[in-house]
């Protein structure tokens, strides 16, 4: 009996830490999108693999694998911001830009520009909306998202239009202030 849970220990460290590398990258920006000040950005994404951890022996294959993470991620970053909001604290640092090539320093300065600018947008999206269009952002389909926020597919449509259409108004009002 000790081997068979030895064994299953081994497979479960297997998994997780494949899913800890299939999935850092966009754990670290859906972390980016909820929370501003470093420190507890690198807190959050620390809590959602400890949650994902614990999580693990619960999957049993009735979502993708994916949805699963990045439902767990959700639930994690929701608790995290309404935490925080209760604390009404303020952090004084913009945050840590998200990392991506650039072929020339003039390219990089503009392309981390608008990176910032549509982060920022995106934070000041009620949460609602900031879950869809973050979930969209990374590549999961309506059906995906629904799964993960427990929403049906024509809610994620009517936010994903909603946070869309905030996106565009507050990048197009940063973008006069320039």
């Known amino acids: 009996m000790e081997l068979v849970d030895e064994h299953m220990a081994d497979a479960r ?3 997780y830490l494949r899913i800890v590398g299939d999935h850092e990258p966009a754990i670290r920006r859906l972390a980016a999108s909820y929370e501003r000040e470093p420190a507890r950005r690198q807190d959050l994404v ?7 951890w614990q999580a693990l022996p619960g999957f049993r294959g009735d979502c993708t694998e994916r949805t ?4 767990i991620a959700h639930n994690r970053a929701v608790t995290h911001v309404r935490h925080w909001s209760l604390r009404r604290t ?27 600018r549509l982060l920022s947008a995106v934070r000041l999206l009620p949460l609602g909306l900031r ?5 969209r952002l990374e590549g999961l389909s309506g059906r995906e998202i629904a799964d993960v926020l427990g929403i049906s597919e024509n809610s994620v449509a009517v936010r994903l239009t909603r946070a869309r259409a905030a996106l565009a108004r507050g990048l197009e009002s940063a973008g006069g202030r320039s």
């Open 46 to 52: 620390q809590e959602i693999w400890l949650a994902l």
């Open 131 to 135: 879950q869809a269009i973050v979930l």
């Open 13 to 15: 460290e297997a998994q």
């Open 90 to 116: 303020e952090a004084l640092d913009e945050g840590d830009p998200i990392p991506a090539p650039a072929p020339d320093p003039e390219s990089a300065a503009a392309g981390h520009q608008q990176r910032e």
């Open 68 to 71: 699963f993470v990045f439902r």
